[in-house]
Structure formats: C-alpha cells, structure tokens
C-alpha cells in the first residue's frame, strides 16, 4: 500500500446525480492533486493543493469542483458528469509542491472507477 | 508543446528474461524523471527516480538509464517475473514545472 487511499472503488453514477470522490493520505505530505486517466491516454492532471490551498486548476470543467479541507484529506464533488468523464480519478500525494506544482516523487491511490450512463 | 512518450506501446518477454522499456522526452530543461508501475486495477505505483545530474541508477533488479544527449530515458528490469506484468510509464519535470506523464507501455510476462 502507498499511504494514499481513495473511496469508494467503483462508481456508476446517471448524468443528473451528485457524488463525491474521497482521498485520504497517512503520509504527512502537505501537497495532494487529481488526476483523470482516462484509456489509451496519458494521465491528465486536474487539481493540485499545497496546504489546503488550491494552486493548480487545470481549466478543468466546473461539474468538477474539488475540496481539500485539511493537508489529509481531498475531496472531489461530481455533478451533472457527462458519459465522457467516465474514467479513472486518482488522487496523488507528495511531500512538497515545488513553485506551483510538483516537484516530489507524487505517490498514488489505487484511484476510483467512474462509470457515467 | 513539450511531451513525454514511449517507443512501444506493448513488450512482451519470456519469465527471466531481461526486459528494456524505453521513453522518449523533448523537454530539454527537464531534470527529473521517474518510472511508475501500473497493475490492472490499481493506481501507478513508484519505482525508481532519477535526477538529470546522473547517468544510472540502481534498484533492486531494476536500473534507471538517462541519456541526456538523445534525451532517452529507459527501465531495465532484470530476471523479469510474472508479477512484473503491468503497464509502466514514464513521467518528467523540469524545474518548476508540473510532471508530465507517457503514455504508457504494456508489458507482458510470459510463462
């Protein structure tokens, strides 16, 4: 296990449902990001936070809104999703976010599979 | 814009064999690489890293090469095992910037 976890696994949600993706990280980084994996494509970088305080939006549509309501804890509400945004979230942590972002080995969460109908 | 990628998308390999995964970068400023393990159903996992002040790197059986001159990055896994199976993919930075991640190769263990 990387110290990062993620809840729930699997979802499958309709177009008009709100839900939330949980990330919870036990290694005492002060720096946590998502990231959309979607098939055959690179992982494509969502939200960094560095302290709770949210430094990278990487013009990521707003029916993604996340929230990181301490350095442990990050949070990613979903709200009328498009079948396009099924994919894999994962959520990434590393000690430091180096003058905007990265900057540190970044380790991962097994991540949460996102089915949209 | 500047990009990371990977020269096969798919390697397979006999069990104890050695496997070479390789991954191509343009970003010239770019002085941090990493290598990630990925297993069906799971998030990318850390392998090994290595910084642009060096030329190799050693785990345990795996070795980071860099070539700076070609910019080529490669993952050399040795005495390949089933468990080895897995996609792995490359990811850099430069200074300040964010990490960029490849795409990904696929690799296969056979029997």
């Known amino acids: 296990e990387t110290g990062v976890t993620q809840t729930p696994r699997h979802l499958v949600m309709g177009m008009t449902n709100k839900k939330s993706l949980k990330c919870e990280q036990h290694?005492?980084?002060?720096?946590m990001y998502w990231y959309k994996q979607s098939a055959k494509k690179p992982l494509e970088l969502m939200f960094v936070?560095?302290?709770?305080?949210?430094?990278e939006n990487n013009s990521v549509p707003s029916r993604f809104s996340p929230e990181c309501p301490n350095s442990s804890h990050l949070f990613l509400h979903l709200h009328t999703l498009q079948p396009e945004d099924s994919a894999l979230y994962l959520c990434?942590?590393?000690?430091?976010?180096?003058?905007?972002?990265?900057?540190?080995?970044?380790?991962f969460g097994p991540g949460t599979r996102l089915t949209v109908l | 814009g500047e990009s990371v990628g990977l020269h096969l998308p798919t390697l397979s390999v006999q069990e104890g064999d050695n496997s070479i995964i390789n991954c191509a970068y343009s970003?010239?400023?770019?002085?941090?690489f990493i290598w990630y393990k990925q297993e069906s159903g799971k998030g990318p996992q850390f392998i090994i890293d290595?910084?642009?002040?060096?030329d190799k790197r050693q785990g345990q059986r795996v070795t980071v090469l860099l070539n700076k001159t070609v910019k080529h990055l490669s993952l050399q896994i040795a005495a390949t095992q089933p468990g080895d199976s897995a996609v792995y993919f490359c990811?850099?930075?430069?200074?300040?910037?964010?990490?960029?991640f490849g795409k990904g190769t696929k690799l296969t263990v056979n029997p």
């Open positions: 936070y560095s302290l709770e305080e949210r430094v």
């Open positions: 970003n010239s400023a770019s002085d941090y």
């Open positions: 990434a942590s590393s000690q430091e976010v180096v003058a905007g972002v990265g900057g540190d080995t970044q380790y």
């Open positions: 290694l005492g980084h002060n720096a």
């Open positions: 990811a850099e930075q430069g200074g300040s910037e964010k990490l960029v």
């Open positions: 290595i910084r642009s002040n060096m």
